[in-house]
């Protein structure tokens, strides 16, 4: 008997996949299936042919963006998927959206919600990272496969309307789900972590080929955050360094967890970029972002990979070493 899995997909303007992908619970061996079982690996083939056809369809977005949607399907072996893909601009897909409703956490400067709070970490970071931790350290791919759209948005809503059984909502949901929340949340805040205004100081940063004046110039700038981005970004890097702890098992190392989280934490609120270029010739804007996306990974993987960070000043030692997170 034949099955379906469904996906949705965002596609920019380059044919580049933007969005995660929504995956619904789709079983490739029904238990009550008494036909011929499929032969081992269909999973993984079928999926392998699904990113062959993403990849290589070259897509026309003067043609697409007049369109809401694009159907495909593709078969194999009794299982059938139906892509939805539709584009939109690299601009709007990938702009941070301040919330309307500044009663939420979604989209509301992290200043706010903290003191609205009275907490130095965002409850939802806090409750996120406990949740993770008590279940997922070993998940294989733990912020990088895709959770449930469906739960993430419900999640989102929970958090937004300060539910009272979001704890319960989260242990009764897949773990990838509450670690795309966390992701969520992180990438619709209407200034990144390490703000607008410091970010290309910390590319520039980054760029240096001296490592003691790069360790200076990078502690130095990130303990020039304001407070609440500072404590918050302390505390996912630990939790970080904990996921890593288990790499063996969960397969994420520092590279991989940098790579998901870097352009989520970094990237600026603004159209145009502010990364300095010390390029002689002139680069195009598909150059431009992938440099810049590189930067956006180095800078947190150099922080992750830092076996400690030293806090000189007594006032940031006041807020690192706060027992009221």
């Not at 032969?39 to 007049?66: E, H, I, N």
């Not at 159209?271 to 002689?280: G, L, M, R, W």
Request: contains cysteine.
């Amino acid at each position: 008997m034949g099955e379906t899995c469904t996906e949705e997909l965002i596609l920019d303007q380059t044919s580049s996949l933007i969005g995660e992908v929504n995956t619904s619970s789709c079983s490739l061996e029904d238990e009550g299936d008494t036909g011929p079982r499929k032969p081992p690996g269909t999973g993984a083939r079928l999926w392998g042919k699904v990113r062959s056809t993403l990849l290589r369809q070259k897509l026309d977005p003067q043609t697409l963006q007049s369109k809401d949607w694009q159907r495909t399907v593709i078969t194999m072996n009794g299982i059938e998927v139906k892509l939805s893909m539709k584009f939109t601009s690299r601009e709007f897909s990938l702009k941070r959206m301040p919330s309307r409703k500044q009663s939420g956490v979604f989209g509301v400067k992290i200043s706010v919600v903290t003191k609205r709070e009275r907490s130095k970490v965002p409850l939802i970071v806090k409750q996120c990272v406990e949740e993770i931790e008590r279940r997922g350290m070993e998940e294989v791919g733990i912020y990088r496969v895709s959770g449930v759209a469906t739960d993430i948005q419900a999640l989102k809503g929970a958090f937004d309307a300060n539910n009272k059984d979001v704890s319960v909502m989260m242990s009764e949901m897949d773990v990838n789900a509450i670690a795309g929340t966390l992701k969520l949340y992180f990438r619709e805040l209407p200034e990144p972590l390490f703000t607008d205004d410091l970010y290309p100081n910390f590319a520039g940063g980054i760029a240096l080929s001296d490592s003691v004046a790069k360790e200076s110039c990078m502690l130095n700038l990130l303990l020039s955050l304001p407070e609440p981005n500072l404590v918050t970004f302390l505390f996912l890097l630990d939790h970080l360094k904990r996921i890593a702890d288990n790499e063996s098992v969960n397969k994420m190392s520092f590279h991989n967890l940098a790579t998901v989280f870097g352009p989520t934490l970094l990237r600026p609120s603004e159209k145009d970029s502010k990364i300095p270029s010390n390029a002689t010739q002139p680069i195009t804007m598909n150059d431009s972002w992938s440099l810049e996306v590189m930067s956006q990974v180095q800078v947190l993987l150099y922080f992750l990979q830092l076996e400690s960070i030293p806090t000189p000043d007594s006032k940031r030692q006041s807020i690192l070493f706060s027992t009221e997170v």
